[in-house]
């Protein structure tokens, strides 16, 4: 199979970043249909479902997602896959889940800041214990002091007063769970793509998984709580599964050209900047200010860089990637 051609380093930072300004904006736009319709599950559960369905489209026109298909087809026959491969989909809505219910509140910023340290620390765990498809990886000095960064920036978050002060603790915490769930996502992602040799088929599972956890959670919520209010007609409020989709093939993409480091290094960037931007722009009602929310993002996005530098310099030496 011949090797794609390399694109120009500078044009796949740039599309890393616009991976996570996509992400920025998806958890704002699920943060704001969950305020309109004032059930975040609601909101979750139609963001996912859309995203499905336009997999389920672009898995069937592609060869790569109808062979994809196959392989996991047979996998889950022969046993080849099992069965906790299959349920990284659970992280998927769990993340739709918490834009949905704290955005709209608390902001892009925060969450964001919330999930970078989550995954930040999660990730040195599932490295350590060897979970991800690269096996075993060191545990550094320089990852161990990212992830404390990245606990500060949460602890900043956490000791803010105004307005967040009323805000539920776990609306504060459930962020940081999230990004957990992310950093174990990926892992699991990385290991089904392994056996199905696709990351889109990879996906298509994760949506599935998903949208079906979510369908159930919203359908109690509605028992519980009652009905969510009628759909608002505005067209935008429902484009989260489309930059769901988009952003995921774009990683798919990117990643063959600059690697897991530098592309998470470029989205987390782009996710924390267009967060702040965003927030600037159309303040949350339990936001803390735009001075406070600018410190913790900067203490995060230190976090990010100083766990990170060890693996570029490792990439240096080692030479190209297969």
């Known amino acids: 199979m011949t090797a794609p051609s390399r694109l120009p380093a500078g044009i796949a930072l740039t ?19 969950g305020v309109r319709l004032d059930d975040g599950l609601a909101a979750a559960a139609i963001s996912f479902g859309s995203g499905l369905v336009l997999l389920i489209v672009v898995s069937a026109i592609l060869p790569a997602g109808r062979r994809g298909f196959g392989r996991l087809v047979t996998g889950i026959r022969g046993r080849t ?8 989909g659970a992280a998927g809505a769990l993340t739709v889940a918490t834009q949905g219910l ?18 930040t620390v999660h990730g ?10 690269a096996g075993v990886v060191a545990v550094t000095l320089p990852r161990l002091a990212g992830g404390a960064l990245a606990l500060v920036a949460v602890a900043l978050t956490l000791t803010r007063g105004g307005a967040l002060a009323e805000v ?21 992602n990385g290991r089904l793509r392994q056996r199905v040799g696709t990351p889109l088929t990879a996906t298509l599972v994760n949506f599935i998984g998903g949208t079906a ?12 709580n009652g009905a969510p209010r009628p759909l608002p ?15 995921i093939i774009l990683s798919a993409a990117l990643v063959v050209h600059l690697g897991v480091l530098l592309l998470g290094l470029g989205a987390v960037t782009g996710q924390l900047v267009a967060s702040l931007a965003i927030d600037a722009i ?3 009602p339990a936001s803390p200010g735009l001075l406070a929310e600018s410190t913790t993002v900067v203490v995060a996005l230190a976090s990010v860089v100083v766990a990170a530098a060890p693996w570029r310099r490792r990439r240096r030496s080692a030479g190209p990637q297969a």
């Open 15 to 33: 599309g890393a970043v616009l991976v996570g300004i996509m992400t920025a904006v998806q958890a704002r736009i699920n943060g704001q249909l």
């Open 213 to 224: 956890i979510l369908l159930v959670a919203a359908a109690v919520s509605a028992g519980v």
């Open 282 to 284: 159309w303040p949350a």
């Open 81 to 88: 896959i099992p069965w906790w491969m299959l349920v990284g």
């Open 168 to 188: 539920p603790l776990w609306m504060l915490i459930l962020p940081f769970l999230t990004g957990a769930g992310i950093a174990w996502q990926q892992a699991t």
């Open 102 to 119: 704290a955005v709209g509140l608390i902001g892009v910023s925060l969450f964001t800041v919330g999930v970078v340290a989550g995954q």
């Open 124 to 133: 040195l765990i599932l490295d350590r214990i060897g979970y991800g498809p």
């Open 233 to 247: 007609a505005d067209a935008w409020l429902y484009l989260g599964g489309l930059l769901g989709m988009l952003y």
